[in-house]
């Protein structure tokens, strides 16, 4: 594949297009990537991926169906009927039908902007002097090890605290003094919803975005 390139893999199939080529995926035989002809429930051609400029998109081509994407830090979000969205480096494409089909897309990572275009002025620092060390870092893999999971295991949610410390064989209290702690030094530190009724999705967003916490750390506890 070439840099500006970009490939789709659905099972052990690889599909890759040039700038200009367009790659689409879904019930109809026209389909670059055919899903399940006989599921009524998968739309003729639920996506197309093609190149707009320098950026490769994936376009939600159903009028119904939506599609779930999973971004390269293992976030979920749903894309809308006629809805698009960039992709950057890799991106995983959930269809819903009678089963799940998973897509994986590999694309370019977006450029780092040029020295002229970096903004003067205090530079941000929410999160800064915040040490995470090994024992921190087992209770955040055990608590959102479901993002870092793909295919069947995959899961955008937070753990429940009593089944995250199981996981680690920890009491539950000290799993939960030790993530109430990180959110407070967090909090201090300028890194924003880590307090209330959200504060383990938006932990979980942050710890997976800042690349605190990788697939890689899977094996931390056994996975």
Same mark, same amino acid.
């Given at each position: 594949m070439a840099d500006d390139g970009l490939r789709v893999v659905? *099972?052990? %199939?690889a599909h890759e297009a040039a700038p200009g080529e367009s790659i689409s995926f879904g019930r109809a035989a026209t389909c670059t990537v055919? !899903? #399940? %002809?006989? #599921?009524?429930? $998968? +739309? @003729? &051609? %639920?996506g197309v991926v093609e190149r707009d400029g320098r950026i490769w998109f994936l376009t939600?081509? +159903?009028s119904r169906r939506p599609l779930t $994407? &999973? #971004?390269?830090? *293992? /976030? @979920?979000? &749903? !894309?809308?009927? *006629?809805?698009r969205v960039a992709i950057e480096g890799?991106? @995983?494409? $959930? &269809?819903?039908?009678a089963r799940s089909h998973e897509l994986v897309l590999h694309a370019p990572l977006p450029e780092a902007p040029s020295p002229d275009g970096v903004p003067t002025g205090t530079p941000t620092s929410a999160g800064d002097g915040v040490l995470i060390n090994p024992q921190d870092r !087992?209770?955040?893999?055990?608590?959102f090890s479901g993002y870092l999971h793909e295919g069947d295991r995959y899961d955008p949610s937070p753990k429940s605290y009593a089944a995250a410390a199981a996981r680690l064989g920890w009491p539950r209290t000290t799993l939960v003094k030790r993530i109430e702690y990180l959110r407070s030094r967090l909090t201090k530190a300028g890194v924003p919803n880590m307090q209330g009724w959200n504060a /383990?999705? %938006? !932990?979980?967003?942050?710890v997976l975005t800042t690349g605190l916490i990788?697939? *890689? #750390? /899977? @094996?931390l506890i056994g996975q």
């Open positions: 659905a *099972g052990e %199939a055919q !899903l #399940d %002809a006989e #599921d009524p429930a $998968i +739309s @003729r &051609v %639920a939600n081509n +159903s $994407i &999973v #971004d390269r830090f *293992g /976030l @979920r979000s &749903v !894309l809308a009927p *006629g809805s890799r991106m @995983r494409v $959930i &269809v819903d039908g !087992l209770a955040l893999v055990a608590l /383990l999705t %938006a !932990l979980a967003e942050y990788t697939k *890689g #750390d /899977l @094996r």
